[in-house]
């Protein structure tokens, strides 16, 4: 091993795998099963604990605690894992749990996320890459989060639910039912209050994208008919717009918690 700083007060238990170029601050503690992928930075009172795995360049911030047994009655000790990605920032008190014999027995978190203080991930979930959680993000266990996800602070999502790639969640929401790629949702309970049409121009998607999704949007939830006819009637008006065909699929895949809807899908507005 080379070029790796270890501050003395700091405690690196024997096999853990420390890769070239990692900073471990004063007050850390290293688990013998973690894994520190090249460059990584703990900058102090860090604890990286049983199974967990974290990638390139991910700095990780004081009081963190990433990889201690998972907030779960059902949990007995399995080998399970905990899993970030590389260019990740993780501010103070953070905590992400490893999975359990009863979901996917493995967390994971994507790459170029950030998790601002105190916000979590909970067992087995499923994180996607450039994550943003603000402060006291609080999803529960089982849950999706696609790329590109931005989600406000003090949000609270319902175990097992989905949020689909692009979306974006209002601070202080409550989100119950899963959310649509591109949409956005605020609310206690949540409800869908339109597209991210801020989140698509950043992204860098085009005028005439955009509109065909507003189209797609009203159609979808429209008073007429139920939402499995409407999905059939937007499949065959859109069939060659891989973004709305996107949604769709989504929508289809749904299975453990419902799809969120605007308050009043006649007057949805995007």
């Not at 238990?13 to 992928?37: W, Y």
């Not at 998972?70 to 749990?97: F, H, W």
Request: a negative charge; one cysteine or more; aromatic letters at 6%.
């Amino acid at each position: 091993m080379s070029n790796i700083e270890i501050h003395p007060s700091s405690v690196v238990e024997a096999g853990a795998k420390i890769a070239d170029g990692v900073k471990i601050g004063p007050f850390c503690v290293v688990s013998a099963q973690a894994e520190l992928g090249e460059g990584c930075e703990l900058i102090s009172h860090v604890v990286v604990a049983g199974r967990t795995s974290i990638g390139a360049r991910t700095k990780v911030y004081p009081f963190a605690s990433l990889g201690h047994p998972p907030q779960d009655v059902k949990y007995a000790g399995e080998e399970s894992t905990l899993v970030i990605g590389s260019d990740c920032t993780i501010r103070e008190g953070v905590t992400m749990n490893p999975g359990t014999a009863h979901g996917r027995m493995t967390t994971t978190v994507g790459n170029h996320c950030l998790f601002l203080a105190n916000s979590h991930v909970a067992h087995d979930c499923e994180i996607g890459n450039h994550v943003i959680f603000s402060n006291n993000v609080m999803p529960a266990g089982h849950c999706y989060i696609g790329d590109y996800v931005i989600v406000g602070g003090g949000a609270g999502i319902h175990q097992f639910a989905r949020i689909g790639a692009h979306a974006f969640i209002g601070g202080m929401s409550a989100i119950e039912n899963d959310v649509i790629p591109y949409g956005m949702a605020m609310g206690n309970r949540a409800y869908l209050a339109g597209l991210n049409i801020i989140g698509l121009k950043r992204r860098g998607f085009s005028r005439e994208e955009i509109h065909e999704l507003r189209h797609a949007y009203r159609l979808l939830f429209a008073n007429e008919g139920t939402l499995s006819e409407r999905v059939d009637d937007v499949s065959a008006a859109f069939s060659n717009q891989k973004i709305v065909a996107e949604i769709l699929e989504f929508i289809r895949t749904s299975k453990d918690r419902s799809i969120l809807t605007p308050r009043d899908s006649g007057g949805a507005s995007a």
